[in-house]
């Protein structure tokens, strides 16, 4: 949860520098919206965190910080499609992320975090579909070889009921 919390830091700042290298004004909103969801599932892990008994660790803090703001300047020399390309990566990444703190949850006694962290990870494959959607736009995108593409979004909610195991 430590680590999911200040990776969120990380994302944020990620998309604060993205949106503001996109020259697109619709796209520019619609990574900002994502930034906001960001803000939020951070404040949503910081929240279990506490309740759990816990903080962030202010080394990973440290670290997450300087890295969201390294991608985030990054974004505006690496043109349109890496940091698109990127930001649907790492977001595939964060669905399982999720998924496997619901189930972890449940082992440490404390479901009442599980429905968030779903919603979480459900979230985040919002946001998978919308990058991808982005790199297949882009005529050199189509032709890239892409991460692997997540279940349906009722897929994360059914696997956990079954009690599958969260893979990639
Ligand atoms: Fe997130
Ligand atoms: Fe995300």
Same mark, same amino acid.
């Given at each position: 949860?430590?680590? #999911?919390?200040?990776?969120?830091?990380?994302?944020?700042?990620?998309?604060? %520098?993205?949106?503001?290298?996109?020259?697109?004004?619709?796209?520019?909103?619609?990574?900002?919206?994502?930034?906001?969801?960001?803000?939020?599932?951070?404040?949503? $892990?910081?929240?279990?965190?506490?309740?759990?008994? #816990?903080?962030?660790?202010?080394?990973?803090?440290?670290?997450?910080?300087?890295?969201?703001?390294?991608? %985030?300047?990054?974004? *505006? $020399?690496?043109?349109?499609?890496?940091?698109?390309?990127?930001? %649907?990566?790492?977001?595939?990444?964060?669905? $399982?992320?999720?998924?496997?703190?619901?189930?972890?949850?449940?082992?440490?006694?404390? +479901?009442?975090?599980?429905?968030?962290?779903?919603?979480?990870?459900?979230?985040?494959?919002?946001?998978?579909?919308?990058?991808?959607?982005? $790199?297949?736009? *882009?005529?050199? %995108?189509?032709?890239?070889?892409?991460?692997?593409? +997540? +279940? +349906?979004?009722? #897929?994360?909610?059914?696997?956990?009921?079954?009690?599958?195991?969260?893979?990639?």
């Amino acid at each position: 949860m430590q680590l #999911a919390y200040s990776g969120e830091l990380a994302a944020t700042h990620a998309y604060i %520098g993205h949106a503001r290298s996109v020259r697109d004004p619709a796209e520019k909103a619609e990574i900002g919206v994502i930034e906001k969801q960001e803000i939020e599932h951070r404040e949503r $892990v910081g929240e279990i965190l506490a309740a759990l008994g #816990a903080g962030p660790d202010p080394r990973r803090e440290r670290s997450q910080l300087r890295v969201g703001k390294v991608v %985030g300047a990054l974004c *505006h $020399v690496g043109g349109w499609l890496i940091p698109m390309y990127g930001a %649907g990566w790492l977001e595939r990444g964060n669905i $399982v992320e999720y998924e496997i703190a619901a189930r972890l949850a449940v082992e440490a006694g404390v +479901p009442e975090f599980v429905d968030d962290l779903l919603e979480m990870a459900e979230v985040e494959w919002d946001h998978e579909q919308y990058f991808r959607g982005k $790199v297949r736009e *882009h005529w050199m %995108g189509r032709r890239l070889p892409i991460w692997s593409m +997540p +279940p +349906p979004r009722e #897929a994360i909610r059914e696997a956990f009921e079954r009690g599958d195991p969260a893979r990639r």
